[in-house]
């Protein structure tokens, strides 16, 4: 029954996060085609745009904010192999344990800045200094919510070598090269 219930938890986070990630990464053609039109503005046009350089910045911090958890899924972050590799899957597991608990911790603090700045944005109405002068809010609550699936990723992740350390059988069947050892 537990172990149902925590399979059912780690697909829900895989699912949320594969979702998020893949929304994110069709973001990038916009922001390519916003940079695109910029250029054909500016030099073709001679008329450049008051709003394209806030938009694709904006862009851009969405695309690799709300990314950060899908690339944690694939693994795709870096990884000190010169020594992890040389061990076995059960001390990659308490490697694993400790760097997640880190980025757990570095992420709750960047929710508690975030959320700080989120709350001085709507009371203050704070904006892009730029003749465009978009509202800067929007920003604070992204952050918010690409931590937020970045924690519940990594949480996903410990569980699993958790699970692993204590029964010495993956919580999740893996696969092929998503999880290194196991």
């Known amino acids: 029954m537990f172990h149902t219930f925590l399979r059912g938890l780690c697909h829900s986070i895989d699912i949320i996060v594969m979702l998020t990630g893949k929304a994110a990464a069709y973001l990038m053609p916009l922001l390519a085609g916003i940079v695109a039109f910029e250029v054909f503005a500016r030099y073709v046009l001679d008329s450049p745009t008051i709003w394209a350089y806030d938009l694709s910045l904006f862009l851009f911090g969405y695309v690799t904010a709300l990314g950060g958890a899908y690339a944690q899924q694939k693994r795709a972050h870096i990884n000190v192999d010169i020594l992890y590799l040389r061990v076995s899957p059960k001390t990659k597991s308490v490697f694993n344990v ?4 880190m980025g757990i911790f570095f992420l709750i603090i960047i929710v508690k800045l975030s959320t700080g700045k989120l709350l001085e944005a709507l009371e203050y109405d704070y904006r892009r200094q730029s003749e465009w002068a978009p509202p800067m809010y929007h920003f604070w609550v992204m952050m918010i919510i690409a931590c937020a699936l970045f924690i519940a990723q990594l949480a996903r992740d410990t569980l699993n070598d958790i699970y692993y350390l204590a ?16």
């Open 98 to 101: 400790i760097g997640f608990a």
């Open 167 to 182: 029964t010495g059988t993956p919580l999740l069947k893996q696969k092929e090269g998503t999880h290194h050892g196991h």
